[in-house]
């Protein structure tokens, strides 16, 4: 099937180079195509099925919802939405004491830019070059990659700072000590699709004292890496440091619906109780992707999931430093469930990875831009089906290799 023949666009691709996949049905750590081809999901889809397919205690809490409550409004009560921001407050560091729902990732981090400005009343914000933070335009904006520059101009006031995550202090600090005006910084905890790149906790800590001195809300976005993705509930738990607010999106519902979030502190959420809070959406708060949202959080508890990542690190990782014995596999840099590997492969190369998984029968992200294959299985994966399906990635890359010589 080609791009061309249906009547609906595929994202961030030209519709000539765009790479249908037709799916119809998942179990487990797999999905399936309508010809019955099973694909081991080693990219968790677009990073958001942590609980893997086919999770029947989600579905279930869906339909339900679906039957008692489906519609509402912004400012309906109703008991599954305060339970979930109850459950979200409860998990976030002490001191958070509201919850913000958006659609997905992109509009928790609009929100939060927003509600920076409200609150600081200046219009200035820093983020990094190898960041995305969502597709719509603030959030576009905010993006350091490739997605911001197609969109451009992008919101005035927003900088970019190409920094070295590995340093003991954030380049963000001393641009900080120049610029003024600056109401926000906003950093992925652990970057993701750029290239999966771990902080050293003196380089959060030396970001959070550098916003604190300077006035400027600190943000992780944990809408790639939050709910267990890292090994704990939220990526930043890692280095100790918290933030002012947290975006939170994709696995917030393991998938199963649609929902976003923005965690916010009570320093800061005290400004709106005599300000008007600005902003609203009309689906803020759909009863089914909250519905998804508390299966997903009682099922990554039930099942020990977190806990799952933070074990099944080290097989990842093994298995990874195992790849090194081949010319073009370089570094890789792992945490829980998320690993990003650097591939010395020419672009032609790159592009002719995802069809080589693909017939071995595996789903994983393959990255051109910063040149790093990115796995993201669901929490819930086999060690048995991990192995298996590294040892395919491996192939494919040999084979790809291979072609290059
Ligand atoms: N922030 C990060 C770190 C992301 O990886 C993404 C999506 O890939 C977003 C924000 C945007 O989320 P959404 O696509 O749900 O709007």
Request: proline letters at 3%; one cysteine or more.
């Given at each position: 099937m080609s791009a061309h023949e249906l009547p609906f666009f595929f994202t961030w691709s030209a519709q000539n180079d765009a790479f249908p996949v037709e799916i119809s049905a998942g179990f487990g750590s797999y999905f399936e195509t309508p010809e019955g081809l099973r694909i081991l999901d080693l990219g968790s889809l677009t990073y958001q099925a942590n609980a893997g397919h086919g999770n029947q205690r989600i579905i279930e809490a869906v339909k339900n919802q679906a039957d008692r409550l489906c519609l509402s409004m912004p400012s309906a009560v109703y008991p599954e939405k305060v339970e979930l921001a109850e459950r979200l407050l409860e998990i976030a560091p002490p001191g958070y004491s509201k919850v913000f729902f958006t659609l997905g990732g992109?509009?928790?981090?609009?929100?939060?830019?927003?509600?920076?400005?409200?609150?600081?009343?200046?219009?200035?914000?820093?983020?990094?070059?190898?960041?995305?933070?969502?597709?719509?335009?603030?959030?576009?904006?905010?993006?350091?990659?490739?997605?911001?520059?197609?969109?451009?101009?992008?919101?005035?006031?927003?900088?970019?700072?190409?920094?070295?995550?590995?340093?003991?202090?954030?380049?963000?600090?001393?641009?900080?000590?120049?610029?003024?005006?600056?109401?926000?910084?906003?950093?992925?905890?652990?970057?993701?699709?750029?290239?999966?790149?771990?902080?050293?906790?003196?380089?959060?800590?030396?970001?959070?004292?550098?916003?604190?001195?300077?006035?400027?809300?600190?943000?992780?976005?944990?809408?790639?890496?939050?709910?267990?993705?890292?090994?704990?509930?939220?990526?930043?738990e890692h280095f100790e440091v918290a933030p002012d607010m947290i975006t939170c999106g994709k696995a917030l519902t393991a998938g199963y619906g649609v929902l976003g979030a923005v965690l916010v502190h009570k320093r800061v959420a005290s400004h709106f109780e005599s300000n008007v809070l600005a902003s609203g959406l009309t689906h803020y708060a759909h009863p089914l992707g909250v519905a998804a949202a508390l299966a997903a959080l009682k099922v990554y508890e039930e099942d020990g999931l977190i806990e799952r990542a933070a074990e099944l690190e080290p097989s990842l990782r093994d298995a990874l430093i195992e790849w090194r014995a081949l010319e073009t596999v370089g570094e890789s840099r792992v945490l829980g469930l998320l690993s990003g590997t650097e591939l010395h492969l020419s672009q032609k190369a790159f592009r002719r990875l995802p069809e080589a998984l693909w017939r071995r029968g595996v789903h994983a992200h393959v990255k051109p831009g910063p040149g790093v294959l990115v796995l993201s299985p669901p929490l819930s994966i086999e060690l048995e089906e991990l192995q298996e399906g590294l040892a395919k990635v491996r192939e494919a890359i040999e084979e790809v290799s291979k072609e290059e010589a």
């Open positions: 992109s509009d928790a981090n609009e929100t939060a830019l927003k509600i920076a400005r409200m609150v600081t009343g200046r219009f200035k914000a820093i983020a990094r070059y190898r960041s995305y933070h969502g597709a719509t335009m603030g959030a576009a904006s905010l993006s350091g990659d490739w997605r911001r520059v197609a969109v451009e101009p992008g919101l005035p006031g927003v900088l970019h700072v190409l920094d070295d995550m590995s340093q003991s202090r954030s380049r963000i600090a001393d641009v900080l000590d120049y610029e003024g005006n600056v109401g926000a910084v906003f950093v992925e905890s652990v970057v993701g699709a750029n290239g999966v790149l771990i902080p050293t906790p003196e380089y959060m800590r030396s970001l959070r004292n550098a916003c604190d001195a300077h006035g400027a809300l600190l943000v992780f976005d944990e809408v790639l890496v939050g709910f267990g993705r890292t090994g704990s509930w939220f990526a930043f």
